[in-house]
């Protein structure tokens, strides 16, 4: 008895109650609308004073609102954010943006239309079912209301029906709520169907998804290499300062320098790619660093913690277009970061940039040192060169030869080709040992 209870009164029920009764409101205007027509087309002057043209009126109205449904594409998110607050329905399977191809559209001017008509009838029940229904349930023990001119059925007068009259009050009350809880399941029913996404805007919202995904990867690499980059340096430029502190004061010097240097263009990176996170786009931030401009800045750095790097770079950077200078850039300063962090300070780090047919070549190589340092749950850095490389359609390798880490990445001068895949940008790991 309680579950029947709960499912015409309970709070479920009373929600999708509440959102009939809007549809009913909504279907107000429509209502009116067909009025206009049934008027003139029925003779009446008076048409709400006829049940049967007041129905008329209402059977007219809707066509006018499943077209309006059709015409205007905010009405699907507008219908599916009241379903979603009142029908008790998950959210996840009803589509949240404007209507774009016909089906959608044919498929909200249905929902429109069941709405409006479904909260229409069960409206005016509402209205009308509960006065009539208390007169009748107070009836046998209110003599002035038989008294009265309330237009009640003269079998009312007969004493067996006014012993009946509570029941048929309380009887038509549940009728009422079985009516309202059945059209609210219905249309709650009905609402994944007509009110859910289509394929197209499932295909939109995958698009998005990817497309927030790059920026986040995008982000993760720019922290990645930028703040590894400097942890890495100025750990190193730390560790080699603190063994000479007493014996080359001027090394320890240039060495607070370097880590003076580096945070700091570290935290203008930081700030870049923060306002990036908080703003889409920040403009007035630090520009990101390039192979033309920085890379000087860059050795220097690196050079500064102790470990000796040779660098030859075979054409001028200047001549490289701005987006493959700048990824050519954080390229080098993972591959460099990369052998330092697990090499140690004290190898030499041989770099070399060149161009050559038409791509641009690095190249960075390091013995390899057994008893260096690992950082644990890495491997993150030759991943983001491989996303690098295969953004603008080259290749990236990895590994040891002949007793060297090797470091080659490979990218076209012309940008990424349209057949790029992501195979053109794999590393190839030979072995587990050495960089990751």
């Not at 049967?52 to 006018?64: D, T």
């Not at 993760?220 to 430029?237: F, K």
């Not at 690196?302 to 770079?313: D, F, I, L, N, S």
């Not at 004290?346 to 161009?355: A, G, N, Y």
Request: include cysteine; aromatic fraction near 4%; charged fraction near 20%.
């Amino acid at each position: 008895m309680s579950g029947f209870a709960r499912l015409l009164f309970g709070r479920r029920a009373r929600r999708r109650w509440i959102h009939l009764i809007l549809g009913g409101a909504l279907a107000m205007p429509y209502v009116f609308v067909g009025e206009v027509v049934i008027g003139p087309a029925t003779g009446e002057q008076n048409v709400f004073g006829s049940f049967p043209l007041q129905l008329a009126s209402f059977a007219a109205g809707l066509p006018l609102a499943a077209v309006t449904a059709a015409l205007f594409p905010m009405t699907r998110p507008l219908e599916a954010g009241a379903a979603r607050a009142l029908c008790g329905i998950d959210p996840g399977v009803l589509a949240h943006g404007p209507t774009r191809t016909r089906a959608a559209k044919g498929r909200t001017a249905a929902w429109f239309t069941l709405h409006l008509g479904f909260g229409g009838v069960v409206s005016g029940m509402s209205l009308a079912v509960p006065p009539f229904a208390a007169v009748l349930i107070v009836l046998p023990v209110a003599a002035a209301l038989r008294d009265t001119r309330l237009g009640l059925p003269e079998v009312l007068d007969n004493p067996w029906a006014l012993a009946l009259a509570p029941v048929a009050g309380s009887a038509m009350l549940v009728a009422l709520a079985g009516c309202a809880a059945g059209c609210g399941a219905l249309l709650a029913r009905w609402a994944p169907a007509l009110l859910g996404p289509t394929p197209e805007d499932r295909l939109a919202a995958a698009e998005a998804r990817a497309a927030d995904l790059a920026v986040r990867n995008r982000l993760a690499r720019e922290l990645h290499d930028s703040v590894g980059h400097a942890l890495s340096a100025v750990t190193l430029q730390a560790s080699a300062a603190r063994r000479v502190l007493d014996s080359d004061p001027e090394f320890v010097r240039e060495a607070l320098a370097a880590i003076e240097d580096t945070t700091r263009r570290t935290v203008g990176e930081l700030d870049a790619v923060l306002g990036v996170l908080r703003d889409g786009d920040a403009p007035g931030t630090a520009p990101a660093p390039t192979l033309a401009a920085d890379l000087d800045g860059l050795l220097r750095r690196t050079r500064a913690g102790g470990p000796r790097v040779t660098a030859t770079v075979g054409t001028a950077p200047e001549s490289l277009p701005p987006l493959l200078s700048r990824e050519a850039y954080r390229i080098v300063q993972e591959g460099l970061s990369n052998a330092l962090r697990h090499a140690g300070d004290q190898v030499t780090v041989d770099l070399r940039i060149d161009v050559a047919d038409e791509h641009l070549e690095i190249a960075v190589e390091n013995p390899l040192n057994g008893t260096a340092p690992s950082r644990p749950g890495g491997g993150h850095g030759l991943r983001g060169i491989a996303d690098r490389a295969r953004l603008l359609g080259g290749t990236a390798e990895a590994g040891p030869t002949n007793g060297t880490w090797r470091l080659h990445v490979r990218l076209p001068m012309k940008g990424p080709r349209e057949s790029t895949n992501d195979e053109g940008a794999s590393v190839t790991a030979r072995t587990t040992k050495g960089p990751a």
